[in-house]
């Protein structure tokens, strides 16, 4: 149901839960109905939980996925021939015993891309295919074609590569040492952080190294490329990212854009991974089939998606911060080595992402943060849920609970002190003021309604009885800046198309990963135009309706994209509406879309009478509209200025339990309080405030990237990497939204929901590190992700 609206930031925030056990009053909370109801009818369609608008067809196997698309007769199958050494000189390829196979049709590589063998990414660092190097274990140097995927894949691995092994670099630390990076360090600097550390009363040092993440999509990077007349060319390409994908093929094709159409009707799961990597597939398919004017399809297995495609960046950090008695923070030097890889990609923005989230919830007054982007031989990092956000939040939640070690505080007070506030201590270390702030009431309403301190109590009297099994308890928030740091990307375009039955579709730049962007989009121009949701159809992400559309990340597809499509919508209602004003010779603004009908002062009529009469009138029916976020800009070379519209917040209560025999850990209990504006689609939101969690859980528990001393990365299955399944999940998991509506003008007063919520999974990982300090440990020694190993060792004798 809809989020309770209210201006006070102090009210009870409860709307609606994701358990049955959560507190709330009976009104407020959502009637549990089975799969198959019908949502109740409502005279609006945004902030109602309504279905995805592909859930049945999802369930019921009907939702059409890129391998579920019937293949065009003459498609071939291509499967990629990889480096298998981390760095060395490509002397030559052998493919003779791959083209004896039966069903080969060729082998491609870097002398048969006609246009540009460098990708068209902004840094132009990247090639198409390895030509007189190999840079990581795994790096695509040529492709192997076939009539069927398992004849190609048997093909590929009998192609035999020449080369010359060359001294690799492949710890962050190696790199750093050498300036071995991909782009120049950042420094960004507020204050005098080394007079503050000299007189501040206490000091701490230390260093902490964070792992990566696979993205772990169910349907892996896939694309389908199809030659048409006149040189032109059609991908199919499950991407996040469209525009990028069609603007890379051409450029290696060396054809215009306007040749290179890109469809993409939805994702099994994106998380960042099909932003720039699945142009990866579309161009090394699109070189093969224009060599062979065939249909050309290229699907990697879960062990190639692993080995070829890039990870979220581990960070290695080093930091001094000085502190007073009270825990109030004194100044700060954070050194950040990012784990780029091979070549840039996204890494510049991934780290500037991490520079900006590295206060999270807290003022920073004399702070110095020194960003170093280090080439390693491995695979190239890539935007992941978060995109940097998640590692620069991490790592001053971790400073701050360990002041409250040192001092022997709840960690909650030592954060509470220190957030943002009044004037003098609410603009951020890159100059943007903190305005929309709701940190301390909706820190505070959650440690009640979780019960927080009694809880605390009870784990302290539960560790001092029980020997071997520890607890721990932990309350972090997230402030986490919507809007892309690359401010030109902050735009959109939609197209709305009224039929003259009066039923709709809209098209919009943003691609739909499972998210359920379509659905909140539907939703939004239904009420635009006054309909039922139902009669709005919502269709494939295609670069020949809009074009230039920036990539679903950043948490903005709503907000970009729902926000075109009102505009969209509003111009085809206002055609309607001057057309009726003109009938019943009234004003256009007296005349109102609802319910499914079209009022005036004098006249009530349906909206598809009105939709058939305007057209016999000669009334447009379809419309674009366009929308660019206001108020953002900032200096790339200082990193200051506003590059958020504005702040999302949350914050979690994570309970754990360890075995100090055997380093397990389980999650037991998760509250979690997060705003999300007035929700568009409270269900949907929910969703992803637990996947998100779920998924940041995963990154610091149990996800973890193992490369072998060879440059091998030995966690390449699920065999070997273990995300959450559902007997990790707790059974006390609470979800409640804070009431308050977006205090900026967002589309229906909502805030983006897809990357913030993984950052409150920062809480298990400072529960776990409470349950160490609590079983005698040494938590300060702890890296992530925290696995049992890791636990182990901290909480050993040899935790020094």
């Known amino acids: 149901m809809n989020a309770r609206d209210s201006n006070n930031p102090a009210t009870a925030p409860v709307v609606i839960s994701s358990r049955a056990d959560a507190v709330a009053p009976a009104a407020e ?35 059409t996925y890129i391998d579920d698309i019937p293949e065009v007769r003459g498609t071939l199958h291509a499967a990629p021939v990889c480096s298998n050494v981390p760095h060395g000189r490509l002397r030559g390829m052998d493919a003779t015993a791959a083209l004896a196979v039966h069903g080969v049709r060729g082998v491609f590589g870097a002398s048969d891309i006609p246009g540009d063998p460098v990708l068209a990414a902004f840094a132009h660092d990247e090639p198409v295919f390895a030509g007189e190097t190999v840079q990581f274990t795994g790096q695509v140097v040529a492709v192997v074609v076939a009539d069927d995927v398992m004849t190609a894949r048997r093909a590929a691995r009998l192609v035999k590569l020449d080369i010359e092994s060359l001294p690799a670099v492949l710890s962050v630390h190696e ?29 701490l040092e230390s260093t902490f190294e964070i792992g990566g993440q696979e993205h772990f999509y169910l349907e892996g990077q896939i694309a389908y490329v199809l030659p048409l007349e006149q040189n032109q060319w059609w991908v199919y390409s499950s991407t996040q990212h469209p525009g990028e994908v069609q603007h890379w093929v051409s450029h290696a094709l060396g054809i215009d854009n306007h040749a290179v159409t890109v469809e993409c ?45 890039g990870k979220r960046h581990p960070f290695a950090y080093h930091y001094r911060v000085g502190f007073d008695e009270t825990g109030l923070l004194c100044g700060l030097d954070l050194e950040m080595l990012v784990n780029c890889g091979f070549s840039a990609d996204l890494s510049g923005p ?142 959109a375009g939609a197209l709305v198309h009224v039929y003259t039955d009066g039923s709709v579709q809209v098209n919009h730049g943003g691609t739909e990963m ?36 920036s990539a679903t990340a950043a948490s903005s597809g709503t907000d970009l994209n729902g926000r ?22 009234c ?11 079209v009022i005036s002062p004098t006249a009530t009529r349906t909206f598809e009478e009105v939709v058939h009469a305007a057209y016999a009138n000669r009334i447009q029916l379809w419309s674009d509209g366009f929308y660019r976020t206001p108020k953002i800009h900032y200096d790339k070379t200082t990193l200051t200025g506003r590059p958020f519209y504005y702040f999302a917040y949350g914050a979690a209560v994570t309970e754990v339990a360890i075995d100090t025999l055997t380093g397990e850990s389980r999650v ?69 939204l804070w009431p308050e509506a977006n205090r900026e003008d967002n589309v229906h007063g909502s805030k983006a929901v897809g990357e913030p919520p993984f950052m409150l999974a920062i809480s298990v990982f400072e529960a776990l590190r409470d349950a160490v300090a609590q079983a005698g440990g040494r938590p300060q020694a702890m890296n992530a992700p925290g696995t049992a190993e890791e636990v182990l060792r901290a909480t050993s004798s040899f935790a020094g």
Request: net charge positive.
């Open 350 to 491: 991934v780290a500037d992402r991490a520079i900006f989230h590295a206060d999270n919830a807290y003022f920073l007054e004399d702070v110095a943060i020194s960003s170093y982007r280090c080439k390693t031989n491995t695979q190239s990092h890539t935007a992941f849920r978060g995109f940097g956000g998640p590692q620069g939040v991490i790592v001053i939640e971790r400073i701050l609970s360990d002041i409250a070690r040192e001092l022997g505080v709840d960690p909650l007070d030592v954060r509470l002190r220190n957030l943002y506030g009044i004037e003098s201590r609410n603009v951020t270390h890159y100059q943007m003021k903190v305005e929309d702030n709701i940190l301390e009431p909706l820190m505070t309403t959650l440690a009640g309604t979780s019960g927080y301190r009694q809880r605390r109590e009870q784990i302290t009297a539960w560790n001092a009885q029980s020997p071997v099994i520890k607890k721990g308890i932990a309350l972090t928030p997230v402030k986490f800046g919507i809007s892309f740091t690359a401010t030109l990307f902050n735009q």
């Open 564 to 585: 075109a499509a009102q505009f969209a919508a509003r111009n085809v209602r206002d055609n309607l509406a001057a057309f009726v004003a003109g009938l019943d010779l």
């Open 265 to 309: 009707r939805r994702m099994g799961g994106g998380f960042g991974g099909k932003e720039t990597q699945a142009g990866h597939l579309a161009v090394w398919a699109a070189v093969a089939s224009r060599k062979l004017q065939r249909p050309v399809k290229l699907r990697l297995d879960r062990d190639d998606d692993f080995m070829v495609t």
């Open 175 to 203: 790199a750093h040492a050498l300036e071995s990076y991909v782009l120049p360090p950042v420094h960004v600097k507020r204050g005098d952080a080394a007079a503050a550390l000299a007189r501040a009363p206490r000091v």
């Open 29 to 63: 909370v959502a009637e549990v109905r089975p799969a198959t109801s019908v949502p109740p009818a409502s005279p609006r369609a945004a902030g109602v939980s309504r279905f995805h608008e592909s859930a049945r067809a999802q369930v019921a196997g009907g939702a």
């Open 514 to 549: 499972g998210q359920g962007l379509n659905t909140k989009v539907a939703a939004i121009v239904a009420d635009e135009l006054g309909i039922p949701f139902e009669r709005v159809l919502s269709t494939a992400s295609d670069t020949s309706k809009v074009p230039n559309a």
């Open 668 to 736: 037991l209990k998760v509250d979690i309080l997060h705003d999300v504006g007035h929700s568009i689609n409270p269900a949907i939101d929910i969703g992803q405030i637990e996947g998100g969690f779920v998924q940041g859980m995963g990154w610091l528990t149990t996800e973890q990237l193992v490369w072998n001393a060879k440059g091998y990365l030995a966690t390449h299955a699920p065999s070997t990497y273990k995300i959450p399944a559902t007997g990790d999940i707790p059974e006390h998991f609470k979800v409640d």
């Open 587 to 597: 004003g256009a603004g007296a005349v109102k879309f609802e319910g499914g009908q």
